[in-house]
């Protein structure tokens, strides 16, 4: 069988390597935790991966805007390869800080595929603290993204100071005409579950994530990957209960898993 | 005589662009006011005059006398006339001065950084003169009774010729005698007539207003400060204003700026006149750039799309103030940006050269300056920020805010001094409690060394025939600290010869260890820096709590950041190095809402901040170290208490998982063994932290060093975690690992020489954060963020070359030896040389006695009542019980993916007393972590205070799903005024129920710290003296292992029809409740009592109950009772509850102890109805009851045991009531 090949990167406080590989091996691929400064000094290829990965965390302490120097660091000395991943028809995610790095890149949206050119922003939340909840989402893609493949909703954790996605008029109907828009915040049933605002932090149009217009690179403020088991959704203990008591099975993974299956899937 | 303990000789230079000068060649000091405190002494004086003439004084609204700043004979014959006093001027003022002498004898009071001022002056050549109105008989009598004399070239005071001030001829005078042009001197002043004279006389002028002088016009001074400790960074600013060609870079928003959005409701909350804030963030770039650099590295800093680059706000402003660092501060964001510089524009920043970053908030309205002044004073702390302030004319005359570099400026070359301890036993006493001293004549600060430990030391070199230098003593104070050594619980006290943590703490562990044979689950308990136990086959688990309160009341981020960071350090440095996996924390604070003010210094001089200012801070420290090192926070408490206030308690743990073997080596082994390497990694070392370990081995007063707090950089920590956890341990590329903590290097340093058998350190190799430190300062600084270990030689390369990698900074600073000694070298000069036996075991026992007599307290009138609606309402408004969601929802408790039971639970999201997690995700066990800490107990009997916490912290695991037999426990001792035989005989009876109901339970404790002397000693707000003791604290944290994670239980009720039932006997045990709290801080005297055989059992079938997975829902009942547990579990649920007190097992005389009682032991459950037979089966024995049902309907109903309904809520109203307290934080 094809294992594809992930590339996790991590330093300089990025944090969420760990699980993020493990979200896509419990889907079949083989994952490398990367640090940037190897991939910098060529002891590990880009081109050698199918899927790149920019997990969670605290890059740089979020000095200087929130994934700011680690996008830095990038451009400075790994654009090129990046950009020719990215245009080799490759998958790329960035979660939380990874999404901010991606952002700062300008690896999204990246309208009329102009990759590098920074179009939107990541501003602190609209209770500019940081803020750990759950949130809905519901997928408002329409370029056929690998990642969001049968994906329709989606009840996952967030975690961010700096998740408030910000853009003039004109950008955001051109992200809405082509459909970039990966995720929406919405009134779904953690929400109504938790008695929480839909939107946690302000983002306009309630966006949640983006992708670029092939669909080929994903980026999302809330966490899939703590969205891989059963007891990390937000009812388990009633949900083990009802289905206790009902003589069912609990299951063992929860929905959030099904974003690395399909980049997993998309390889095979 | 009173005066600060300065240390060292930091000379902060602080540069300001645009302004021209003169050169400053003399300083002129004014006395009364400035240098000596006298306003109250005159006074004081004056009232016995009066009152000896059979006058009644009359008081000013400032609580004087007379009329500051103003003397002289005219002013005096009208203070005559006043009070129609017959005798001549001359009769009338001898008495009086006569009087004042008197006075001034007996109590003369330095204002603090007087002295480290004249000697810094001295050294650096400036003329100091001394003009005063006061004749010159009294300033020569004062100025010699400070002993001060030596640094004065001139005083002059007024004669018939010179008139007295605001006339400038007293200036013009001492200028004259010291050959210096007035426009070449800089007088200090503290009042208006001063200031008057000094700018009439051409001078420059410093004003420093103190309480009295506070509403002066100092219009006419060049700068107001608040302290002649900053005179010399006003001065430096003056002077350097030629070398500088740092440059700004300004950041604005361009979008809606939520933090300008919060500042300005923060500022409109105080000051309603505020309309706007814009908020600029500023890099000092202080390394030559072209504007091409600048441009691009201004691009890199900033996103165009919601930012811009300029010089100046986007809105109009009234006034503009900046918030930076001062010199030598942990500045991180500049860190950042240095290295985004670098690595963007291929540059090295090379000699001094360097970023600073800082931040401008523009406020608009029409405010005055003394209200902008009040803003900025809200924002930032004056001992690690600096502020300046300029209104818009100012701001626009200037071109924008003054250029400011912060660089630290060590102009003297390190020396070693040797300490003469031939002397009599009063200095030693001096150089024990004040430090040694330096040339100048000022003090290094504490070495918290008591008679019986000098004396030691006195003979320790006199058999050596020599005087110890000044980083050997330096060095045996950090390690003889009462932080570092514990003496308190190690000493002897009353009989009990080994002390109370061999026998109590560890005599407790020795012995349920043999009690559980083969099934001993503990690994590794008290030799490391943390605790471990057994995970499973193939992981071991760690964990360590610690406390960081003193740093915490002087800087609150600040020393919560590094607590919480360093504890992280005690897991990184478990073994060969533990994986931090989870965070905790708990803070006890007085009540935000209101402030009292306490001062340090006299005369109502240094503030403490307030409560809210503290809380908040300390909330920020543990966001954004746990945060930012991708750490989950699972697990916290807050605590509220008045005795807090002086000094909170900031409690910080860590749990870690280690393999439990690294290629077939036991991981939690380490030895560094001779020739290996000593290697620092991590942070540089600055003046940072030095004497934190002697520090906070005191009471907190004006003494208490500034230096003594850090920030942390939890990225630097986070590179080196990762580097060493995940990397190099599992390579094995060292033999040894510690952090540096407390004491710095010349405690990991020595503690590793321990496992060899000596050491050898050459200090000058050590990477410092700028140059000019002291060794004895390199050796015990507590910089952040460094980890020291033992590579062998043959594993440096490779090492160093993994460091390098990671962006880890690693050096070579010695070698481990076997020679028995722990030897430090600076420049290849032996500075230092101990015996490690003696360095280690030196120190004396001082045997402890204690007394103790048992407290009675007012019983509180219990009022019987027909409706408990509303003190239900109040318990879920108040501070202890409310719910800090605000808290939990800031402190990533997600991160690692293995989180199971939230901190926040239900639908409800109820703040848990316990929560488990997932260390390792490809197993389904878990750890469970809880906690359990009365401090109000205290009041009533520290054994029962100590019970109390014990059982709470296993009950609340047990409730949650642990196994009673796989709980291990953590202390931390947080005491008061610990050298008072009575507070001794408290800490006796507390550690005396620690052994008692460890071994009962079978509970093993693994680790442990305390923390002695937790007060305040310090002034009220009426400047009164003022000691505040906090409440006798134990926290004890407990943590378990769950075999199966899917049947851990959380505490909301589930479903409807369910049954509730109350397990344990509920008792009329009120005594130090909340409920009493809430009646008008009341105490009583019925303190909870354990019985620990009971419960066990309880437990055991609670956790057959929970393995058969027949409990929906748990909940221990604590603060506040039944009652609160009732509304906790509905809130969660967010379902109704059917209750009847009716069958409540145990005994209570009335409807309001049966509520809120505090009994231990109890744990309230529900269950689905169809497993009623087979829980009430496994409960049989047990003291349990079934009392109600869940319910669809939203309310809480109670009935009492006669049928009435004493509680009908509305499970919207409790809910809200719940919420209510900290909504808006």
Redesign the interface.
Known sequence: MNKPKVIVL???????E??TK?AFELNGAVGDIV?I??LI?GKYTLSDYQIMAIG???A??????AG??YA??MR??LWTDIETFVKSGKLVIGICNGFQILM?LGLLPALNMKYGK????L???????????FADLRNDNTTKSPWLKDIDTLSV?M?N?EG?L???EKVMKEVNKKGVVAFRYYQGPTSD???LPYNPN?SIEDIAGLTDETGHVLGMMP?P??A?????TA?W??V???L??AGKP?PQFADGLKIFANAVEYFK | MQYRKDIGRVSTITNETKKSLSPIKAIIFDMDGLIVDTEIIESKSLEILLKQYGKKPIYHNNGLIHEVGHAGPEKFQAFKKKYAIKDTLEVFRNKKRKIFMELLQKKITVFPGFFSLVASLKKRKYKIGLASSRNSEHINFTIESIKAKDYFDVLVGPNENIKHKPHPDLFIEAAKQLNVDPKNCFALEDSEAGVTAAHAAGMKIIAIPNQYTKTHDFSKADKIIDSLEKVEEVLASFEKKDEINAQRIEVYATVFDTRADIRKKKFQMENKKVTGIEIADVYTIDKAFNKNELEKLGLALSNPVTQTITTKPQNKFAYAIEIGFLPGVTDNVANTTRETAEDLLKITFTNGENVYTSQTTFIAGSISKKEAIALAESLYNPLIQRMQIKNYEEYSKDGGMDITVPKVHLNHKPEISKVNLNVPDEELIKIGKEGIANSDGTRRGPLALDLLYMKTIQAYFKKLKRNPTDIELESLAQTWSEHCKHTIFADPIDEIKDGLYKTFIKGATQKIRKNKGTKDFCVSVFTDNSGAITFDDNYIITHKVETHNSPSALDPFGGAITGIVGVNRDTIGFGLGAKPVANFYGFCLADPRIDIPLYKGKNKTQKMLSSKRIMNGVIDGVNAGGNQSGIPTPQGFIYFDERFRGKPLVFAGTVGVMPKRINNKPAHIKKAEPDDLIVMIGGRVGKDGIHGATFSSQALDSGSPVTAVQIGDPITQKKLSDAIVKEARDLLLYNSITDNGAGGLSCSVAEMAKESGGCEVNLETVPLKYPGLEPWEIWISESQERMTLAVPAKNYKKFADLMQRRGVESTVIGRFTKNGKCVVKYDNKTIMDLDLEFLHNGLPQRPLKTTYKPTKNAEPKLVAKTNYAKDVISLLESLNITSFSFITQQYDHVVQAGLVLSPLQGRGRINAETSVFRPVLSSQKGVIMSQGLYPKYSDIDTYHMAAASLDTAIRNAVAAGANPDYIAILDNFCWTDSTNPARLGQLKRAAEACYDYAVAYGTPFISGKDSMFNDFKGFDQNGKPIHISIPPTLLVSAIGVINDITKSVSLDAKISGDLVYILGDTFDELGGSEYFSLLGDKTGNAVPKVDAEKNKKLYNAVYKAIEQELIASSISITRGGIATALAKKAIGGMLGLKISLKNIPGKTSSDTATLFSESQGRILVTIAPENKNAFEKIMKGNNVAEIGKVTNEPKIIVTNSKGNQIINIKLEEAAEAYRETFRDY
């Open positions: 991590s330093g300089y406080g990025l944090n969420c760990e699980e493990l640090h400064n190897d000094a969670g965390g605290f740089y302490g979020d000095d200087t805007g700011n120097a830095n660091k400075n000395h700062n920074r179009e939107m922003g501003m602190p939340n609209a209770i500019p603290r940081y803020t750990v909840r954790m975690s100071g408030r910000v853009a003039d579950y938790l008695n302000g966490h990957e703590r891989m088991f059963f007891t990390q009812d203990g009633l083990k209960e009802q206790k008591r609990l």
